[in-house]
């Protein structure tokens, strides 16, 4: 057949629409929006070409309106992990041998989709399934998907293309393999994004995914495989399940061809996973992969010489927006006493304007948090602080669930800088701030290392070069993602590839070249072309 060496469209990042009031954009989202949630949709299991409707299910609600009901998913039973599992491996030796060219065709197309007849639809069932608003939605399941789907194919062609050198009458060359088996995804309920890329980048390498959403984000998930699906996917590639989490996991991590993991969620979950994985390696073909982006405690640090006003933006926008449930979300600050009150002010301003809400209204800044369980955990959090000697609520406090999960955006201030809110993950619209003096800057930064367990994001603020130099050396471990003078959440694929180490995951940076070498498994192949035919070498006389 013909063959080439084949370039592919150069990736750029995918234009951020404004949704701002008469564009066409901020119609088509509102309008779809409008349309999905007085449907009903009947979400089945995806395993091969087959849609499998257990009648085992459970209703799709939206968290700012929890009383009204989206639609259902079927849970699936044991039988059904463990024909994922064999359709899966059925489908690898077509999929597999495809040319990559063509398996990279598929997901170009599924980006091509995504920013044009999908989009809405998308946005729409995010914010419907994840209580985004409309502007988080876009940089989320449309423009970072997107990214994810084209910079990945980019960096498949990169890894592709790292070959040996050759020395006389030798030639080296590297193939990657997919692995030998099938890959397991997780995905979070706070990335739409997340949720298509972890099953995504492996089956773009030549792997065969059986793939589990966040049951909260199952809604939008399931746009996700109609997408892929039109986009010409073959079944059996990436395989659909949901149902009860242990049932599926202790299934898939058991079987012989159990070929690596990809995750993203709590730190408690990765470490059951990691050591069960642990227990089971004598039963497994190969050494499985796992890579897994987990839990963030994470920091914003003022330097007295940092500008109030963009300390108080990068607070309002990096702990707030999308209701602090981003893994990056600023949970903890670290302020100057020369400038707290300046930041205060601003800070106090900023949170009394934003709106709550449903997010069919664009006005609205944030929405519900995700489920009743983060709910009761951080309605919790809230009231132990007002009753704490050494925290003080400044802005918000209150919270309402009646309607939907509504927590207000909470300034806490300690005089503790270990707090429990100082430490403890949240995932909530919850800031704890610590006001320290100014002198003690270098003591300041060495309590931001050693206060949490996690290392996911962090940022500093400064107009001292000196000063941003220290702390950046003084907190080289402290987060996987750094930011100067920026808030720390936004990562852009291809841009700031993402991930943490400690306790926040594995550091395997999604958005990067670095991430898809964790799914092939490289051979080596030496051609020698004239072999020698006298085994006696010339010391030998």
């Given at each position: 057949?013909?063959?080439?060496?084949?370039?592919?469209?150069?990736?750029?990042?995918?234009?951020?629409?404004?949704?701002?009031?008469?564009t066409?954009e901020?119609?088509a989202?509102?309008?779809?929006?409008?349309?999905?949630?007085?449907?009903?949709?009947?979400?089945?299991?995806?395993?091969?070409?087959?849609?499998?409707?257990?009648?085992?299910?459970k209703?799709?609600?939206?968290?700012?309106?929890?009383?009204?009901?989206?639609?259902?998913?079927?849970?699936?039973?044991k039988?059904?992990?463990?024909?994922?599992i064999?359709?899966?491996l059925?489908?690898?030796?077509?999929?597999?041998?495809?040319?990559?060219?063509?398996?990279?065709?598929i997901?170009?197309?599924?980006?091509?989709?995504?920013?044009?007849?999908?989009?809405?639809?998308?946005?729409a069932?995010?914010?419907?399934?994840q209580?985004?608003?409309?502007?988080?939605?876009?940089?989320?399941?449309?423009?970072?998907?997107i990214?994810?789907?084209?910079?990945?194919?980019?960096?498949?062609?990169?890894?592709y293309?790292?070959?040996?050198?050759?020395?006389?009458?030798?030639?080296?060359?590297?193939?990657?393999?997919?692995?030998e088996?099938?890959?397991?995804?997780?995905?979070?309920?706070?990335f739409?994004?997340?949720?298509?890329?972890?099953?995504?980048?492996p089956?773009?390498?030549?792997?065969v995914?059986?793939?589990?959403p966040?049951?909260?984000?199952?809604?939008?998930?399931?746009?996700i495989?109609?997408?892929?699906?039109?986009?010409g996917?073959?079944?059996?590639v990436?395989?659909?399940?949901?149902?009860?989490?242990?049932?599926?996991?202790?299934?898939?991590?058991a079987?012989?061809d159990?070929?690596?993991?990809?995750?993203?969620?709590?730190t408690g979950?990765?470490n059951?996973?990691?050591?069960?994985?642990?227990q089971?390696?004598?039963?497994?073909?190969t050494?499985p992969?796992?890579?897994?982006?987990?839990?963030?405690?994470d920091?914003v640090?003022?330097?007295p010489?940092?500008?109030?006003?963009?300390?108080a933006?990068?607070l309002s926008?990096?702990?707030?927006?999308?209701?602090g449930?981003?893994?990056?979300?600023?949970?903890?600050?670290?302020l100057?006493?020369?400038?707290?009150?300046?930041?205060?002010?601003l800070?106090?301003?900023?949170?009394?304007?934003?709106?709550m809400?449903?997010?069919?209204?664009?006005?609205?800044?944030?929405?519900?948090?995700?489920?009743?369980s983060?709910?009761?955990k951080?309605?919790?959090?809230?009231?132990?602080a007002?009753?704490?000697?050494?925290?003080?609520?400044?802005?918000?406090?209150?919270?309402?669930?009646?309607v939907?999960?509504?927590?207000?955006?909470?300034?806490?201030?300690?005089?503790?800088?270990?707090?429990?809110?100082?430490?403890t993950?949240?995932?909530?619209?919850?800031?704890?701030?610590y006001?320290?003096?100014?002198?003690?800057?270098?003591?300041?930064l060495?309590?931001?290392?050693?206060?949490?367990?996690?290392?996911?994001t962090?940022?500093?603020?400064?107009?001292d070069?000196?000063a941003?130099?220290?702390?950046?050396?003084?907190?080289?471990?402290?987060?996987?993602?750094?930011?100067?003078?920026?808030?720390?959440?936004?990562?852009?694929?291809?841009?700031?590839?993402?991930?943490?180490?400690?306790?926040?995951?594995?550091?395997?940076?999604?958005?990067?070249?670095?991430?898809?070498?964790?799914?092939?498994?490289?051979?080596?192949?030496?051609?020698?072309?004239?072999?020698?035919?006298?085994?006696?070498?010339?010391?030998?006389g």
């Amino acid at each position: 057949m013909p063959k080439g060496i084949y370039n592919v469209p150069k990736a750029v990042n995918e234009p951020v629409k404004s949704y701002a009031p008469g564009t066409p954009e901020r119609d088509a989202v509102l309008a779809t929006f409008k349309e999905l949630y007085n449907a009903n949709v009947d979400v089945p299991l995806y395993i091969g070409g087959e849609e499998i409707r257990t009648g085992n299910t459970k209703n799709l609600t939206p968290p700012f309106d929890h009383k009204h009901i989206v639609g259902q998913y079927h849970q699936a039973e044991k039988e059904h992990i463990e024909k994922a599992i064999s359709t899966a491996l059925e489908a690898k030796k077509k999929w597999a041998a495809l040319s990559w060219e063509h398996r990279a065709s598929i997901f170009l197309k599924a980006a091509d989709l995504l920013a044009g007849p999908y989009r809405a639809k998308i946005n729409a069932a995010t914010m419907i399934a994840q209580a985004k608003t409309v502007h988080q939605a876009e940089i989320d399941s449309a423009c970072e998907l997107i990214d994810f789907l084209r910079f990945n194919v980019q960096f498949m062609t990169q890894v592709y293309a790292e070959q040996p050198i050759s020395s006389e009458g030798v030639w080296n060359r590297v193939e990657h393999r997919p692995l030998e088996g099938f890959v397991y995804a997780i995905t979070p309920f706070n990335f739409t994004a997340i949720a298509g890329n972890l099953p995504a980048s492996p089956a773009l390498m030549g792997n065969v995914v059986v793939w589990k959403p966040s049951a909260t984000q199952i809604y939008s998930a399931n746009v996700i495989v109609e997408v892929f699906k039109e986009a010409g996917l073959p079944a059996g590639v990436i395989n659909v399940v949901y149902g009860n989490s242990s049932m599926i996991s202790d299934t898939l991590l058991a079987s012989p061809d159990f070929a690596g993991i990809h995750f993203t969620g709590s730190t408690g979950v990765f470490n059951d996973m990691w050591a069960k994985i642990g227990q089971n390696i004598s039963k497994y073909k190969t050494y499985p992969r796992i890579v897994g982006e987990t839990g963030g405690k994470d920091f914003v640090v003022a330097h007295p010489s940092a500008i109030p006003a963009q300390v108080a933006t990068a607070l309002s926008r990096g702990a707030f927006e999308y209701q602090g449930q981003k893994c990056s979300a600023a949970s903890r600050a670290y302020l100057p006493k020369s400038t707290w009150s300046q930041v205060k002010e601003l800070l106090v301003a900023d949170i009394a304007s934003m709106k709550m809400g449903s997010p069919e209204d664009p006005s609205n800044f944030v929405s519900a948090v995700i489920s009743e369980s983060s709910f009761d955990k951080l309605a919790g959090f809230i009231d132990q602080a007002k009753k704490d000697n050494d925290a003080e609520i400044i802005a918000g406090g209150n919270y309402d669930k009646s309607v939907g999960y509504f927590i207000e955006p909470t300034v806490i201030v300690t005089t503790n800088p270990k707090y429990t809110t100082m430490e403890t993950e949240l995932f909530g619209p919850v800031l704890t701030i610590y006001v320290y003096e100014d002198a003690k800057w270098e003591e300041t930064l060495a309590l931001v290392d050693s206060t949490s367990e996690y290392a996911l994001t962090g940022a500093i603020f400064s107009q001292d070069r000196y000063a941003i130099e220290q702390a950046t050396k003084a907190l080289e471990n402290a987060a996987g993602n750094f930011y100067i003078n920026d808030k720390p959440t936004g990562a852009v694929v291809g841009q700031q590839p993402f991930g943490g180490a400690r306790a926040s995951g594995t550091n395997d940076k999604a958005g990067s070249v670095l991430n898809l070498m964790r799914w092939v498994s490289p051979r080596t192949i030496k051609e020698t072309f004239v072999p020698p035919t006298n085994y006696r070498y010339p010391f030998l006389g």
